[in-house]
Structures are given as structure tokens and as C-alpha cells.
């Protein structure tokens, strides 16, 4: 059995107009957030993405810096 793990990024737009949700799981590989709380509702996008799998959850800073990292343990396992 092998464990798959999504990885995600949040960083901040060039243009300061909110967040993109970056990964390879995602069907475009990049959603875009624009609203106040847009690294909650990307965090929530992912985790929730990634309910059966495995996931690491790494935010940026405009500076290209990791400040926070979210694991979230998929909560569908394979028997």
C-alpha cells in the first residue's frame, strides 16, 4: 500500500490582489483567493481537498518565506 501526500502553497499574489492555492493536486494547479480572509478559505479548500489523502500545507510571505505550515491527516485510510 502507498501513502499519497498533496503538498500545497499559499502565497501571496505579485499583484497584492489576494492569494493563490498552488499544488499539482488541484485540477488547474492554481486557485486564486481575493476576499479578507483568503488564507483561512485557501487552508480550508485544501484540507478539505484533501480529506482522504494525506496533506502538508506550507503559507509564504511576499518574501517567498515559509511563516506557517498546516499537516492534515486524510481521514479515509485504505484497509
Known amino acids: 500500500m502507498t501513502n499519497s501526500q498533496h503538498v500545497y502553497e499559499v502565497r501571496a499574489r505579485k499583484d497584492h490582489g489576494g492569494v493563490d492555492l498552488i499544488s499539482d493536486a488541484l485540477p488547474f494547479r492554481r486557485l486564486w483567493y481575493g476576499e479578507p480572509d483568503a488564507i483561512t478559505n485557501a487552508i480550508g479548500y485544501a484540507k478539505f481537498y484533501s480529506r482522504s489523502h494525506d496533506a502538508v500545507i506550507r503559507v509564504y510571505d511576499s518574501a ?9 491527516t486524510g481521514d479515509f485510510k485504505e484497509w
Open 64 to 72: 517567498g518565506n515559509v511563516i506557517k505550515t498546516h499537516e492534515h
